[in-house]
């Protein structure tokens, strides 16, 4: 069983589009993730949410918004994408927020 | 902000040879996280660090948390073509932000 899935695994889209990543984890775990790696390969914190709650919220522009309905999913909605914004995308989760963190495959996101 | 800078970048041995990557923080940490990522692959966690001075080891690995709680390091024995990928440092401190580091690649020559 997977731990922590995303979907699609890759996407490629034109600027402009809006388009939304979405996460799960079966681990019953209260924290959960979405972090950029770019082609240099450095992961950059996006958001974090801890039961339903936003804890984090780095300097990431407002195009970017998370979405929980529940404690076991954690989606990513991007508006008006742009060049920039070409990434690989990783949804994660843990138990508590100091505790280990599980990945997700990982979603790669290209934007023509 | 919370700072946490890895080095080397890339590192090329030949088989058998050790390795090393070094990570500093800017501010004490309250713990940090090791995690291994393979080419086309999702970091993996290897170890958690929370006491100062802390030594782990996996076989032949080997993960070092300073005294002062602001540096640490991953020491690889014999290295093995399976350790290929990279390697990153996760560093929280109090309110248990993680900062990675930028990562060290290994890259390892049969």
């Known amino acids: 069983d997977t731990a922590v899935s995303q979907t699609p695994k890759y996407l490629v889209t034109q600027m402009g589009n809006d388009k939304s990543i979405k996460c799960e984890q079966n681990?019953?775990?209260?924290?959960m993730y979405w972090y950029k790696q770019d082609s240099k390969k450095f992961l950059k914190i996006m958001f974090s949410y801890n039961n339903k709650e936003l804890i984090i919220n780095e300097t990431v522009p407002n195009r970017f918004s998370p979405k929980s309905p529940d404690k076991a999913h954690l989606n990513l909605h991007i508006n008006s994408l742009e060049l920039g914004d070409s990434a690989v995308y990783f949804c994660?989760?843990?138990?508590?927020?100091?505790?280990?963190?599980?990945f997700g495959p990982g979603t790669r996101l290209t934007v023509l | 902000g919370q700072q946490v800078m890895q080095i080397p970048q890339y590192q090329h041995v030949q088989e058998g040879e050790d390795f090393t990557t070094y990570c500093n923080s800017s501010t004490t940490l309250s713990n940090i996280q090791w995690y291994k990522q393979r080419p086309g692959g999702h970091p993996v966690f290897l170890i958690q660090l929370v006491k100062s001075g802390e030594v782990k080891k996996q076989k032949r690995l080997t993960f070092q948390f300073g005294e002062a709680k602001k540096n640490s390091s991953l020491h690889i024995t014999a290295t093995q073509t399976t350790d290929v990928g990279t390697y990153f440092c996760a560093g929280q401190g109090g309110s248990y932000i993680p900062t990675f580091g930028r990562g060290t690649s290994l890259i390892v020559h049969p």
């Open positions: 994660a989760s843990s138990l508590l927020d100091n505790d280990e963190q599980f």
């Open positions: 681990l019953g775990h209260d924290t």
